[in-house]
């Protein structure tokens, strides 16, 4: 997936708050090797894609390595991701490996999740300036992007949606499309002169012009049967 060039309308904490009263929303790891980073006889110290592991289990190429050897270490990456902390570095080229615990939390899966929604929800906003940086415009767009959260969840687990979310979602994508047709004004109006509709990196020319992604086709989809 590629991301978004938009502010995003959400960040990892905000999916994680979300998730955390989801029982549908399964952001932690599958418990499979994933790899890590390349040695280069000199690195001894590898961010991690993994929030909140108790414990990884970690190979260079296909060699088991173990305490002390290498360490886990909790939050301290970049954007608080754990770390991989080892006594000896890893011979250039060779391949760092870990395999999460199930406690352990996919980062990749929570910025899939924060590129998806904001494609959503500024698909359908091509007739405003971009990007929106208004405090009233940018809630609005934000609370669409939680419902849109909660649908993307289900739909990349091919779970079928409730009946509350999928009315929920049917209304945050009318009100969308009320923005885009012109319908609506985006709050606070006068503030987002309409743009002229163009198809260039920077301005969104159509609902899905732009973003055309698998997730985004498969929410579509379902939501056109329920009107």
Known sequence: MTASPFIKLMDRDDVMTIASSDSAARITCDMIQKPIGTGDNSTTVFDTPFLGALAVTVYVNVVLVESPNVVLSRGTGALGVDQLIFLTPPASGNTVYGIP??????????????????????????????????????????????????????????????????????????????????????????DLPPASMVTDAGVIGSESSYFDNELDRHMRDRVSVWW
Do not use: H
């Not at 494609?119 to 300036?129: H, I, K, M, N, S």
């Not at 940018?138 to 739909?155: D, P, S």
């Open 101 to 190: 615990d199930d406690a352990a939390i996919d980062t990749f899966v929570l910025d899939e999740m924060i590129d998806a929604v904001t494609a959503e929800v500024y698909g359908y906003l091509g007739r405003y300036q971009l990007d929106i940086t208004n405090t009233q415009a940018l809630a609005v767009c934000r609370q669409a992007a939680a419902v849109c959260l909660k649908v993307a969840f289900r739909v990349r687990r091919d779970l079928d949606l409730p009946g509350a979310l999928k009315a929920q979602y049917a209304e945050t994508i009318k009100t969308l499309r009320a923005f885009s047709s012109g319908a609506m004004p985006l709050p606070p109006g006068t």
